[in-house]
C-alpha cells in the first residue's frame, strides 16, 4: 500500500503521526507481543526484573526485524541501542515506565531510570533543534550522519498491567538528576496492547510437556 494512502484523514491523528514515520499500531504490537508473551508465561520462580528484560530484549529484537528490510538500523549512542529510521526522521528505543498513555493526559510517563545517552539527547523545550549527541566511531563508519545525528531521540513507552502493555511514542524532554524522564515535548499515544485470548501466553516450552494441536471448531 502506498504511502498516500496510509496517510488518509480518515485515520486517527496518532495513526498518521505513526505512518509518517514508517510506523503504525499494528506493527509495534506485532513487535512487542513475542516479548510480552514470554514475559506472562513466567513463573513465581523468575526474577522480579526477568519479565522486563523478556519484553525489553525481545522486542527490541522483532523491531529491529520488521524495520530493517525498509531500511532502518541498529546503533549504539553510549551503549544505548537505537533504531535510526532511514531518512532520519526518528531514533527509538524503548523503555518502561509508570502512568504511560493514562487517560488523564496530565498526568505523564515516568520512566525508570535513564543513562547520559538519553540525557546528551533531551529535545529542547523551544523550536531550536535538538542538541546532536555523541555518536561510537563504528557507528560513524557504518551509518550516515545525516541518518544518525541529526535523529531526534524517541522512546516507545511501556507499562505492564494484568491484560497487556500500556503504549506510547514519546520524545523525552526532562529528567531528573537521578536519571528519571519526567517531561516530555511529543506524545503519541499507541492503543493498548491486549493479550486477552492470545493463545501463547498457555504455552510452556521449558516445561517438558507434550505439545497437543489445538483445531478450530
Known amino acids: 500500500m502506498e504511502l498516500t494512502a496510509l496517510l488518509s484523514p480518515n485515520l486517527p491523528e496518532g495513526e498518521r503521526r505513526l505512518t509518517a514515520f514508517g510506523l503504525s499500531t499494528e506493527l509495534i504490537h506485532t513487535a512487542l507481543r513475542p516479548g510480552l508473551s514470554r514475559a506472562a508465561n513466567r513463573s513465581s520462580l523468575a526474577l ?3 519479565p522486563g528484560t523478556d519484553i525489553y530484549h525481545e522486542s527490541m529484537l522483532q523491531l529491529h526485524q520488521i524495520l530493517s528490510p525498509s531500511g532502518w538500523r541498529l546503533v549504539y549512542v553510549e551503549q544505548q541501542p537505537r533504531l535510526v529510521h532511514p531518512d532520519g526522521l526518528i531514533s527509538l528505543t524503548i523503555a518502561s515506565g509508570q502512568n504511560v498513555a493514562h487517560p488523564d493526559r496530565r498526568r ?11 540525557r546528551a539527547s533531551l529535545a529542547a523545550p523551544n523550536t531550536q533543534m535538538p542538541a546532536l549527541f ?11 550522519t ?3 545525528a541529526d535523529s531526534p531521540l524517541w522512546l516507545l513507552v511501556h507499562e505492564r498491567t494484568e491484560r497487556g502493555l500500556n503504549l506510547e511514542l514519546s520524545r523525552p524532554m526532562d529528567m531528573t538528576e537521578s536519571g ?3 517531561d516530555w515535548k511529543d506524545r503519541i499515544i499507541i492503543d493498548f496492547l491486549d493479550l486477552d485470548g492470545d493463545l501463547s501466553v498457555f504455552d510452556h516450552p521449558e516445561d517438558g510437556s507434550i505439545d497437543v494441536a489445538v483445531q478450530p471448531l
Request: avoid cysteine; charged fraction near 25%.
Open 134 to 144: 555523541d555518536i561510537p566511531a563504528t557507528a560513524i563508519t557504518q551509518y550516515p
Open 108 to 118: 505523564k510517563p515516568r520512566t525508570r531510570r535513564k543513562g547520559k545517552s538519553t
Open 180 to 182: 528519571i524522564v519526567t
Open 48 to 50: 522480579r526484573s526477568t
Open 146 to 148: 545525516s541518518a544518525v
